[in-house]
């Protein structure tokens, strides 16, 4: 039988294990609806949310892209936020990056071809922005550090939208927070936080 098909026999094997120990686990999952993290992380199947903070599922709101970016012509990323923040009203923001992404060494290496340039074009914007640290750092240093700074980056785009903004305002609204996710490790890192109160981010522990 092809791998592929392979999954719905899994999918039902995985779904028999769990109804033996808890007969009632996805009627009660069906009926939960609240969750109080919007997780926005890379499209990379090793850094999922649910695993890495083990998670039970429906105890975060995800989006994920290639390089957890938040881009503010990027109708989906929008909606998934202004979904999370005036609909669910999560009480957290968590914009994970993770060491050995892709798109980050992508934007530290030769241009490519097609849409997904564009795409990396943004992660290059923060390569720009922090040149001069980047440049003093060489190898796997230079593409870890330019990891952390794009996910603190995307914290403050997360924390420059109107969605956000306005219900700061308002006297509500989430806290934004930046991890890192080491692939190598499975530990999670803080990088920085941003909550209504601060005028700025704050910067939570170097990792080094
Ligand atoms: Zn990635």
Redesign the pocket.
């Known amino acids: 039988m092809p791998q592929i098909e392979r999954l719905f026999e899994r999918n039902r094997a995985w779904a028999d294990r769990l109804k033996e120990t808890d007969p009632d686990y996805f009627r009660n999952l069906a009926e939960r609806r609240k969750p109080e993290i919007l997780w926005i992380g890379?499209?990379?199947g090793r850094?999922l949310a649910d695993r890495v903070a083990d998670l039970p599922p429906g105890e975060a709101f995800v989006h994920r892209n290639?390089?957890n970016m938040v881009v503010p012509s990027d109708l989906n990323c929008l909606s998934v936020l202004q979904y999370a923040v005036e609909v669910l009203a999560v009480r957290h923001i968590v914009v994970c990056g993770?060491y050995g992404?892709?798109?980050?060494r992508a934007a530290l290496a030769e241009p490519l071809r097609g849409p997904i340039d564009g795409w990396v074009d943004r992660i290059r914007l923060v390569r720009r922005l922090h040149r001069a640290e980047l440049e003093s750092l060489e190898g796997e240093a230079r593409e870890r550090r330019l990891c952390e700074l794009n996910a603190i980056e995307q914290v403050r785009n997360v924390a420059d939208t109107t969605i956000v903004r306005d219900a700061w305002a308002a006297g509500a609204g989430p806290d934004v927070h930046g991890w890192i996710y080491g692939i190598d490790d499975g530990l999670l890192r803080p990088l920085c936080v941003r909550n209504r109160d601060d005028d700025d981010l704050r910067i939570v522990r170097d990792p080094g």
Do not use: K, L
């Not at 992404?101 to 980050?104: E, Q, R, T």
């Open positions: 890379c499209a990379d850094a290639i390089a993770h992404c892709g798109g980050v």
